[in-house]
């Protein structure tokens, strides 16, 4: 596993990670296979996270990248378990809000919205589709 950090300016923060997962198994998941890598979990991982604050704005981009994984797909037929192998994923996220100073007791209000998955990629969780891009707005309140 390798993290690093880079603060190229003071009001930017750049990290990124690369993970490799090594989940063999002493004995396979699905009976009559000789596949001993836990299923689900991709061999390699990669993200970088970007964010940019102008005074009480910023901007946050989150990058995740995978390699292709093999998981169990139980068939309601055949009442048997199959291994398919699914492509990696490859989402980006986008955040952008903006923190309102509250004049007491260090209290702040922060708006923000993010569009999920902004390259509109299909790829899925556990055998699951994910939703492709998507928008959500939101407001927090600190104190």
């Known amino acids: 596993e390798f993290t690093a950090k880079f603060l190229p300016f ?3 923060d750049i990290s990124t990670s690369y993970t490799f997962t090594n989940s063999d198994q ?5 009976s009559g296979t000789r596949i001993i890598s836990t299923l689900g979990v991709p061999d390699h991982q990669f993200t970088v996270v970007a964010t940019q604050r102008i005074k009480q704005f910023w901007v946050n981009f989150d ?11 139980f068939s309601g037929t055949t009442f048997s ?3 398919y192998r699914f492509n990696g994923n490859r989402r980006g ?14 209290m702040s209000v922060r708006v923000f919205g993010t ?25 927090s309140y600190a104190f």
């Open 10 to 12: 003071s009001s930017t």
């Open 26 to 30: 002493r004995t396979p998941q699905v």
């Open 63 to 73: 990058f995740l990248a995978t390699s292709g994984y093999l998981a169990p797909i």
């Open 81 to 83: 378990t199959y291994l």
């Open 93 to 106: 996220d986008l955040t952008a809000g903006y923190t309102f100073n509250l004049t007491k007791r260090d």
């Open 115 to 139: 569009i999920g998955n902004i390259f509109n990629q299909e790829y899925y969780e556990n055998g699951f589709r994910t939703a492709k891009a998507n928008a959500r707005i939101g407001v």
